[in-house]
């Protein structure tokens, strides 16, 4: 048995001014043939999965090139292709093979290209004819195309959010992927289109609970996969938005009931799944009466991780206002600040201007006189395994304030990027983090309390003002019930 695995991975927020290009993947995570680490990035698990599948069960296993960059704006269409052809030519040298594994995303968009990953998929296709196995795992935060599923045999998508199952997800990828290349399972796929998009997070109720039930639902014969495709809002494409993806063994009718019963059930829970979103001003108040270990404050909507800049000061404009001591803030992206930090040195003390230059909506930077605590060319924050560069950063302190800044975008994971500073996260009474619901396992252990800010900006996280031009069909919350508008229900099921 010959396989082959590569990955080609970001979550693009078509709204977004922080556009992506080969840099922004070299910066990320860039391995050629060979030179994968052990440790697993998040949407290269497929590698690793298939690595220890190798070794246990004697197949060959061809690596080809993994490439991941953080969230960000459109994909220059020439790193695109080159990151893509690339691929298709390492495959091509590798043929014949019985299977490809691919770590993918889900929502990468490149100018002239709204479906990457269902462009990868068709040549892919073409390459190695019908009767070959084509698996992949997606982000959850995706788009699930109609091409990408015709194209593919198995489709899995991480289940939680935050999405600490990448790799128990990978290998379930690569066991259902022998499986199928064996002959002992004939994977049938199905979708629903939910005609919806929201925040969906798995460590909150009702998403806690759904996600029980639907892997007992995995346990019924014939069922061999459930994916829940939450969708990601920042992206302007005509198949945005949730869906249910159903995968069972050579049961069309099976798949597809069941995608539409869970995917109405999905749909009869919109807007019942974020936590309490507090404004700015009330959430840095609350801290005022706080004492008893740090509160945590989530800066929903100026997460790297959904692809802005991460640069935004209007809560740190707040807890500046609110003349609040013990605060950090992990992270502000300023690469220059860094540069100006790194060039007066470790222990000096200096004017500084930092954040908001991204956009007009992040807040106005900030200008004071700061105290450089700690330098570092090269930090690293930990999340479910993997290791996330943080770049070069430097850790500045002015008015009993903390603030880290980082020249790699990327959202905030765990506590270790604080302590990657030298700040003990634990004895501070307050921890400003840039994420939607990624942070939450790790702070949420050291955590007196958690609270999700909404500051509104930069993020578009209202789909009934965000610009879209792309989307096609009717959607909630754009259209308050748009299944009355989807005359034929039938239509809302697609066996893939």
């Not at 043939?33 to 060959?60: D, K, M, V, Y």
């Not at 299977?99 to 190695?128: F, K, N, P």
């Not at 502000?332 to 060039?343: E, G, K, N, S, T």
Request: aromatic share 8%; charged share 20%.
């Amino acid at each position: 048995m010959r396989i082959f695995t590569a990955s080609l991975a970001t979550e693009t927020n078509t709204f977004s001014p922080m556009f992506t290009d080969l840099d922004s993947f070299r910066s990320s995570f860039y391995a050629r043939p060979g030179e994968h680490p052990p440790t697993p990035t998040l949407c290269s698990a497929p590698l690793i999965a298939c690595r220890e599948q190798a070794t246990a069960q004697g197949f060959t296993l061809i690596e080809g090139s993994c490439s991941w960059a953080e969230p960000g704006g459109l994909v220059n269409r020439a790193c695109y292709e080159y990151l893509r052809d690339e691929i298709l030519q390492q495959l091509t040298a590798a043929l014949p093979v019985d299977a490809v594994v691919l770590g993918l995303h889900g929502a990468m968009v490149a100018q002239g290209y709204d479906d990457c990953e269902g462009d990868l998929l068709s040549r892919i296709r073409a390459l190695v004819g019908p009767d070959t196995v084509i698996a992949a795992e997606l982000d959850p935060h995706s788009h699930l195309t109609r091409k990408r599923c015709e194209m593919a045999d198995l489709l899995i998508a991480f289940k939680e959010f935050p999405h600490l199952d990448f790799m128990e997800r990978a290998r379930e990828l690569v066991q259902l992927t022998l499986a199928a290349v064996r002959g002992n399972i004939k994977p049938c796929m199905s979708r629903f289109d939910c005609r919806m998009i929201d925040v969906l997070p798995t460590s909150n109720e009702p998403m806690k609970s759904f996600l029980a039930r639907i892997r007992l639902l995995e346990q019924q014969p014939g069922v061999l996969s459930i994916s829940v495709i939450h969708g990601f809002m920042a992206g302007d494409v005509p198949e945005m938005g949730s869906q249910l993806l159903v995968i069972t063994d050579n049961d069309p009718s099976l798949s597809q009931q069941l995608a539409k019963q869970l995917g109405m059930e999905l749909f009869a829970m919109r807007g019942k799944s974020m936590p309490e979103m507090l404004s700015v001003e009330e959430g840095v108040r609350r801290l005022q009466t706080k004492n008893n270990g740090p509160v945590v404050l989530a800066d929903v909507w100026d997460n790297p991780g959904g692809g802005v800049a991460g640069d935004g000061t209007l809560i740190l404009r707040e807890v500046i206002r609110q003349q609040l001591q013990g605060i950090a803030f992990g992270t502000i992206w300023d690469p220059m600040a860094v540069q100006l930090c790194f060039a007066a040195g470790e222990g000096a003390e200096i004017p500084l201007r930092f954040g908001g230059k991204s956009c007009a909506t992040a807040g106005e930077p900030v200008d004071k006189i700061v105290a450089i605590k700690a330098l570092r060319a090269s930090a690293w924050q930990q999340f479910g395994g993997s290791e996330v560069p943080m770049g070069a950063c430097a850790w500045i302190q002015f008015d009993g304030i903390d603030v880290i800044l980082n020249s790699n975008r990327c959202q905030s994971f765990d506590p270790s990027l604080f302590r990657a500073l030298g700040i003990v996260p634990e004895q501070c009474r307050g921890l400003v983090v840039k994420s939607t619901n990624h942070f939450y396992q790790g702070f949420a252990a050291i955590a007196s309390e958690v609270l999700y800010l909404d500051a509104k900006a930069p993020y578009p996280s209202d789909p009934r003002r965000n610009q879209y031009r792309k989307l096609t069909r009717a959607i909630w919350p754009i259209v308050e019930q748009p299944h009355l508008q989807h005359h034929e229900s039938k239509r809302g099921i697609s066996p893939c």
